[in-house]
Nanobody
Framework: VQLQASGGGLVQAGGSLNLSCAASGRPVSIWYIGWFRQAPGKEREFVAVIAWNVGGTYYADSVRGRFTISRDNAKNTVYLQMNSLKPEDTAVYFC?????????????????WGKGTQVTVSS
């Protein structure tokens, strides 16, 4: 599975961005699509995940209520709508595909990763 993340940019605090993750190759093998982020000097951290077929979602505490993950199976695309952005949300955002036995918040359990997209939130 190949993944392509897009939609990052520079936004002021309180603003919004909508990230996209387009999947190609063998989307039928996908059970989960997760979003992770990595800020300079920090470890990669879990942001949100969606179950590809049934649509169940789960969020990190730091983004719950501000971010919404969704998917369009017809377009093989997952979205991350980010509202009320804060400077601490600044990071490179990655999407990843996980198989049936992935543990959604655990980055190491995802098998395919896309290149990241930079999100910068100014104060």
């Amino acid at each position: 599975v190949q993944l392509q993340a897009s939609g990052g940019g520079l936004v002021q605090a309180g603003g919004s961005l909508n990230l996209s993750c387009a999947a190609s190759g063998r989307p039928v093998s996908i059970w989960y699509i997760g979003w992770f982020r990595q800020a300079p000097g920090k470890e990669r951290e879990f942001v949100a995940v969606i179950a590809w077929n049934v649509g169940g979602t789960y969020y990190a505490d730091s983004v719950r209520g501000r971010f919404t993950i969704s998917r369009d199976n017809a377009k093989n695309t997952v979205y991350l709508q980010m509202n009320s952005l804060k400077p601490e949300d600044t990071a490179v955002y990655f999407c990843a595909a996980g198989p049936w036995n992935a543990r959604p918040p655990i980055a190491q359990s995802y098998s395919d990763w896309g290149k990241g997209t930079q999100v910068t939130v100014s104060s």
